[in-house]
């Protein structure tokens, strides 16, 4: 080959070659940005569907923080009696029921569970990612501690104790609403058994300490609540 023709080879070589590189590194490029953009479509999609769950455990969260007041009450008014002189009515009965109220609190996490399936890191923003997991490992399960204590007092204790001593009612202008109504038993009796007085304190202190847990843990899903709303409105 002539020296200038093998040149112009050369270079139309070195050309094609420069192309095909050039394509790969677009198609890489494209490639990565597609994905990057599933992935943040992904994101908002489930950061919605974690918003949605958390505005359910607040719904959950404040029927439980209505239920301790209730049960608070109620125990104060049975202490009152027990420390009286007075007679037992339905409306006592019907108090005796209300300790036997067993917290409930159901969270749902099936966007934290698709979460976790698709990656805990396809959440960027890392303090987001920390506070969403830190609700869901941590949070939860040490509110749901204190319920189980009160749960088994309530099966070992409570119940037990009412079963022997009362019996249970349905008021007759209704169909859903139920009272304990007095067996009969001596009224005198069961104000001088300590155990009845222990097992209403300790439903009273059960359902303070776990109306303050409450109330903690509602701040938190509303403060995850808004921080995943601003990170909505950011990713807009």
């Given at each position: 080959m002539e020296k200038n023709k093998f040149t112009t080879y050369l270079l139309y070589a070195s050309g094609e070659i420069v192309l095909v590189v050039i394509g790969i590194l677009l198609a890489v490029n494209i490639?990565?940005?597609?994905?990057?953009?599933?992935?943040?479509?992904?994101?908002?999609?489930?950061?919605?569907?974690?918003?949605?769950?958390?505005?359910?455990?607040?719904?959950?969260?404040?029927?439980?923080?209505?239920?301790?007041?209730?049960?608070?009450?109620?125990?104060?008014?049975?202490?009152?009696?027990?420390?009286?002189?007075?007679?037992?009515?339905?409306?006592?009965?019907?108090?005796?029921?209300?300790?036997?109220?067993?917290?409930?609190?159901?969270?749902?996490?099936?966007?934290?569970?698709?979460?976790?399936?698709?990656?805990?890191?396809?959440?960027?923003?890392?303090?987001?990612?920390?506070?969403?997991?830190?609700?869901?490992?941590?949070?939860?399960?040490?509110?749901?501690?204190?319920?189980?204590?009160?749960?088994?007092?309530?099966?070992?204790?409570?119940?037990p104790f009412n079963n022997d001593f009362f019996r249970l009612e349905r008021f007759p202008s209704t169909t859903y609403w139920k009272s304990w109504k007095r067996?009969?038993?001596?009224?005198?009796?069961?104000?001088k058994n300590q155990k009845w007085l222990a097992i209403i304190q300790k439903s009273n202190n059960l359902a303070a300490v776990l109306f303050k847990k409450a109330e903690s843990h509602e701040k938190k899903i509303i403060t995850l609540i808004q921080n995943i709303e601003k990170e909505l409105i950011y990713k807009s």
């Amino acid at each position: 080959m002539e020296k200038n023709k093998f040149t112009t080879y050369l270079l139309y070589a070195s050309g094609e070659i420069v192309l095909v590189v050039i394509g790969i590194l677009l198609a890489v490029n494209i490639n990565d940005w597609k994905h990057s953009a599933d992935d943040s479509e992904l994101e908002v999609k489930i950061l919605k569907e974690i918003k949605t769950d958390l505005e359910n455990d607040l719904n959950e969260i404040r029927n439980e923080l209505g239920n301790f007041k209730h049960i608070q009450k109620g125990d104060s008014i049975l202490i009152e009696f027990y420390n009286s002189s007075k007679p037992f009515t339905d409306s006592l009965g019907a108090l005796v029921y209300l300790y036997e109220i067993s917290p409930h609190f159901n969270p749902i996490n099936g966007g934290y569970q698709l979460l976790k399936a698709k990656g805990i890191d396809l959440i960027k923003n890392d303090q987001l990612r920390l506070a969403i997991n830190s609700y869901y490992e941590l949070s939860i399960p040490y509110y749901r501690k204190y319920e189980e204590e009160r749960i088994q007092i309530i099966q070992n204790e409570m119940v037990p104790f009412n079963n022997d001593f009362f019996r249970l009612e349905r008021f007759p202008s209704t169909t859903y609403w139920k009272s304990w109504k007095r067996m009969p038993f001596d009224e005198n009796a069961l104000k001088k058994n300590q155990k009845w007085l222990a097992i209403i304190q300790k439903s009273n202190n059960l359902a303070a300490v776990l109306f303050k847990k409450a109330e903690s843990h509602e701040k938190k899903i509303i403060t995850l609540i808004q921080n995943i709303e601003k990170e909505l409105i950011y990713k807009s």
